[in-house]
């Protein structure tokens, strides 16, 4: 795929979830133009000031990308700070993870949380079939005791009209969601169910995410975890965010 053609799908995805505020100043011109003619419009505060001197920030569907401010030249990669050391892409891929997490209805999700206190908080993407997502909610038990709130997001690895998929939904429409997203991890028959449900919406916002299979755990300040984490694993990680 080309440049131009890539960075056009990328706007595209883009567009479903609005950036948090730039900062201030304005944009020239030349970089306007440039990001417009590669990708299109985008949403206000898409485009910025970056850290790297003559270059500004581009956020599109949680990626980042940089264009000089004659409009000249544009790099996709991450920006290291030798001084700082700090990745400053990383950085703004987080803030724009957690934009779009802090932008999901919490009643839509299905959520295992601690009896007592709240200390961290994972957003999982799961498939109700997926053999390491079934190995993860065996261990939800111990991520809650351990005050690590879990909640669950749609995201069947097969398309609408499959078993897998209607499963999903199944599980999201079913009176006790709790105990079908348990059953159905288990490998246990759920009674077929459907409603007004967000499974594709959910599926979306996985896609605009870069969510590219299950499980995918996001933690609460935008940092992503690709796969099955065993709990203790993840508890001295989330302790150590």
Request: net charge negative; aromatic share 8%.
């Amino acid at each position: 795929m080309g440049i131009r053609a890539w960075l056009a799908a990328v706007a595209m995805l883009a567009l479903g979830s609005a950036p948090p505020a730039g900062r201030a100043g304005e944009v020239p011109e030349p970089v306007g133009e440039a990001v417009r003619s590669l990708v299109g419009e985008v949403e206000p505060g898409a485009v910025r000031e970056s850290p790297l001197p003559g270059f500004y920030e581009v956020r599109a569907r949680g990626e980042i990308l940089y264009v000089s401010a004659d409009g000249r030249y544009l790099f996709h990669g991450n920006l290291y700070g030798v001084a700082e050391g700090r990745n400053f892409t990383e950085d703004a891929r987080r803030e724009v993870r957690v934009d779009v997490l802090d932008r999901m209805d919490e009643d839509a999700l299905i959520v295992f949380a601690p009896s007592g206190a709240t200390k961290h908080r994972l957003t999982v993407f799961t498939d109700v079939d997926c053999p390491y997502c079934s190995r993860f909610h065996l261990e939800v038990p111990d991520l809650n005791a351990h005050g690590v709130e879990v909640r669950y997001a749609a995201w069947p690895r097969t398309p609408p009209g499959t078993e897998s998929h209607e499963r999903s939904i199944s599980v999201w429409c079913a009176r006790d969601r709790h105990r079908a997203m348990t059953d159905a991890k288990a490998g246990r028959r759920i009674a077929q169910a459907t409603c007004d449900h967000p499974v594709q919406e959910h599926y979306e916002t996985g896609r605009r995410l870069g969510v590219s299979g299950t499980p995918t755990l996001f933690t609460g300040d935008g940092a992503r975890i690709g796969g099955y984490v065993p709990w203790r694993e993840l508890v001295d990680r989330l302790g150590q965010g």
